[in-house]
C-alpha cells in the first residue's frame, strides 16, 4: 500500500552553513522517500545555483519558496517576530499554516524559531507550553531510544506544565514508534518519594492521577539506560543534559581516536576492530538523533541542529516526515480531550 503523499517546508538559510547543507540534505530525502515532497524556502538565486539542475528527476516534488530576509543565529527571538516578517524561518512556518506544508524543518536560532512557532501556529487547546523533544539512544529500551522532554523550549516549568509534556511525549512514542502505554517517567535527583523540589512533587502527584503510564521518578543514568520511554523534565535541567550529554560523545570519540593513533599497535588493533567501532559510532553519533520536535503546536515544526551536516539534516527531514505521516498534533490534541474528560467524569 503507497503513502499518501507528505510535503515539507525547509528553511534553507538557517544553521551555521545554510543553502551548502540544506539543498544536498534535500536532495537525498527525495532520493529515499518517494511519497515526500519538498519546498526550499529562502534566496532563490542561492539555491538554484546549489541545485545546479540536480533537481530535475524531482521537478514534480520540489518547489522553491523566495525568503528576502535571514534571522540571525544570536538575532533576540521578539526582534527576529517583528522585523523579519519574509524571513526564510517565518515563511516556512506560514506555508504550514496555510496548509501547503505539513510540517517545516529549520536549523536556526532556537529562540526565534520557537516564538515564530508558537506566534504563527499557536498551541493546541489544553496546551500552556509547547515543549522541545527529541530521542536519545539507550541500552535497553526495545526500541533504542529515549525520548526526553523539555529540552529549552521552558526555562522555568511549573507542575502543569510538565503534566502537559508528559502527554506530548507520550503522544509522540505512541505515534511514531508505535508503542502501546508508553512508560512514563519523571526526572528527579532520586527514585525515593521524598527527594526532589516542590515542583517535581507536585508534578508527580499530577502524573500519578493521569490517564497515562506512569511509573515514578526516574535519575540522568536511566534517560541512557532505557528505564521508561518518555523521560520528563524542566527545559534548564532538559538543555544542560543534552548538551552534556553531545560533549561527553565528542569526548569519548576523541579519546578513542588519540588511543588508536598512539603507536603500531595500536593502528592496527583499529583496523581489526574497524567494522565493531563503525558500528558504535552509529550508535552514539549525535548526527543519527537530530531533528528536536516543537511539540503542542497546532502544526509541526522540527529543529535541527545549527551545525548539522546535510546527512544529519536529512535525519531532521526524516522526524518531521514520520510526524506528519502520523498527525501527531491531532494525536496530542485527542489525548488532552481525553484527559479533559476524565477530570469532568470524576
Do not use: W
Not at 508528559?166 to 517517567?185: H, W
Amino acid at each position: 500500500m503507497s503513502k499518501s503523499q507528505v510535503t515539507i517546508s525547509l528553511d534553507c538559510m538557517g544553521g551555521d552553513f545554510g543553502v551548502p547543507i540544506v539543498v544536498p540534505a534535500a536532495l537525498d530525502a527525495l532520493k529515499k522517500y518517494k511519497h515526500l515532497s519538498l519546498i526550499l524556502v529562502g534566496d532563490e538565486d542561492k539555491i538554484r545555483q546549489q541545485l545546479a539542475g540536480a533537481e530535475k528527476p524531482f521537478a514534480s516534488r520540489l518547489e522553491i519558496q523566495h525568503a528576502s530576509q535571514v534571522v540571525g543565529s544570536d538575532e533576540l527571538p521578539s526582534l527576529a517576530l517583528r522585523g523579519k516578517k519574509d524571513s526564510s524561518m517565518r515563511v516556512a512556518i506560514n506555508l504550514v499554516k496555510e496548509g501547503r506544508a505539513q510540517a517545516a524543518v529549520s536549523a536556526g536560532n532556537t529562540g526565534a524559531l520557537m516564538a515564530t512557532a508558537r506566534f504563527v501556529l499557536k498551541t493546541l487547546p489544553g496546551i500552556d507550553r509547547p515543549a522541545i523533544c527529541t530521542v536519545l539512544p539507550n541500552a535497553n529500551n526495545p526500541t533504542g531510544f529515549t525520548h526526553v522532554l523539555d529540552l529549552g523550549a521552558n526555562v522555568d516549568s511549573p507542575a502543569r506544565a510538565l503534566l502537559e509534556f508528559a502527554f506530548m511525549g507520550d503522544a509522540l512514542a505512541e505515534a511514531v514508534f508505535e508503542l502501546d502505554k508508553p512508560t512514563i517517567g519523571l526526572l528527579n535527583i532520586g527514585e525515593e518519594e521524598i527527594k526532589g523540589n516542590e515542583q517535581v512533587k507536585e508534578a508527580a502527584q499530577l502524573l500519578a492521577d493521569a490517564n497515562i503510564n506512569y511509573i515514578g521518578y526516574v535519575e540522568g543514568d536511566d534517560i541512557f539506560l532505557g528505564a521508561v520511554d518518555v523521560v520528563v523534565c524542566d527545559g534548564f535541567i532538559g538543555n544542560v543534559m543534552l548538551k552534556t550529554t553531545e560533549g561527553a560523545a565528542k569526548m569519548i570519540t576523541s579519546f578513542l581516536k588519540e588511543e588508536y593513533r598512539a603507536g603500531l599497535f595500536s593502528r592496527l588493533a583499529a583496523l581489526l576492530s574497524l567494522p565493531t567501532l563503525k558500528r558504535f559510532k552509529r550508535r552514539v553519533d549525535p548526527r543519527e538523533y537530530n531533528g528536536a520536535s516543537f511539540l503542542g503546536l497546532k502544526g509541526i515544526v522540527v529543529k535541527s541542529h545549527g551545525s548539522a551536516d546535510a546527512y544529519s539534516f536529512s535525519n531532521a527531514i526524516h522526524v518531521a516526515m514520520l510526524e506528519a505521516e502520523k498527525d501527531v498534533p491531532s494525536l496530542i490534541s485527542r489525548k488532552l480531550e481525553n484527559l479533559l474528560a476524565t477530570r469532568q467524569a470524576s
